[in-house]
């Protein structure tokens, strides 16, 4: 099992920026699709990037343009650069594969945006 710890949250006012990490505990070289989830108090956890072992990304509609996904493999780190911050933005931040995504999460990084 690989463990994922998140960082870089903070509070930011509507239209700042903040950059997330996901250090990996392992290498993530060419082996797992990671991705970020978030969840708001009272909603379901929801993908907003997702960035595959082969370097195919995905974003959620409402974050499309706003925030970039990346990943360092010699630091075995994926990264979530989220600029022009909405207030629907707020929710914990989690990354995690799918390959075991039933059975681990961390403790995830609290992201609030708020005037």
């Known amino acids: 099992q690989v463990q994922f710890v998140e960082s870089g949250g903070g509070s930011v006012r509507p239209g700042g920026s903040l950059t997330l990490s996901c250090a990996a505990s392992?290498?993530?070289?060419?082996?797992?699709?990671v991705d970020w989830y978030r969840q708001a108090p009272g909603k379901a956890r929801e993908v907003v990037a997702r960035?595959?072992?082969?370097?195919?990304?995905y974003y959620r509609d409402s974050v499309e343009g706003r925030f970039t996904i990346s990943r360092d493999n010699a630091k075995n780190t994926v990264y979530l650069q989220m600029n022009n911050l909405k207030p629907e933005d707020t929710a914990v931040y989690y990354c995690?594969?799918?390959?075991?995504?039933?059975?681990?999460w961390g403790q995830g990084t609290q992201v609030t945006v708020s005037s």
């Open positions: 960035i595959s072992a082969g370097g195919r990304i």
């Open positions: 392992e290498s993530i070289s060419h082996r797992y699709t």
């Open positions: 995690n594969t799918p390959e075991q995504y039933r059975g681990y």
